[in-house]
């Protein structure tokens, strides 16, 4: 299996950029969205730098099985980050209204700030194992 750690970590960067461009614009849901799939493609990458293959959508549970544990707080933003994967999305996970209703400042200022510190451990962590 080659490397293609590098190639996830662009992209983790490439989707905060796409989360803060959302924020910027009022679209909260997708800000929301973009910055869990920041941080995911950002997790990915570290377990492929350490030659593992991991699948799935939850962050919290990829920062958990990764061979050293990041900081405690850093697993908490990513179940604050987990929680916007599927109802972003689906008008189907609200009782009513669109996803986009759902959705305001609080949460994508939040979001942002997680994938934030995610990508940046990531970052850091990569450095390390380069």
């Known amino acids: 299996m080659s490397d293609r750690s590098a190639d996830w970590f662009r992209q ?13 614009e009022g679209r909260h849901d997708w800000a929301c969205f ?6 995911e493609m950002a997790v990915k990458a570290l377990h492929l730098s350490y030659g593992q293959e991991v699948w799935g959508h939850g ?13 405690p707080l850093l697993a908490e933003g990513a179940k604050v980050l987990d929680t916007f994967y599927v109802p972003t999305r689906y008008p189907d996970s609200h009782p009513e209204g669109a996803p986009f209703e759902h959705y305001g400042s609080l949460q994508s200022i939040e979001a ?4 934030r ?10 450095a390390r194992t380069s």
């Open 59 to 71: 962050v919290e549970r990829m920062l958990r099985e990764l061979p050293t544990a990041g900081p």
């Open 12 to 24: 983790s960067e490439h989707d905060l950029d796409m989360a803060n461009a959302a924020l910027a």
């Open 112 to 115: 942002v700030k997680h994938a």
């Open 117 to 126: 510190a995610i990508v940046a451990f990531v970052r850091d962590a990569l």
């Open 34 to 39: 973009a910055a869990h799939q920041a941080a």
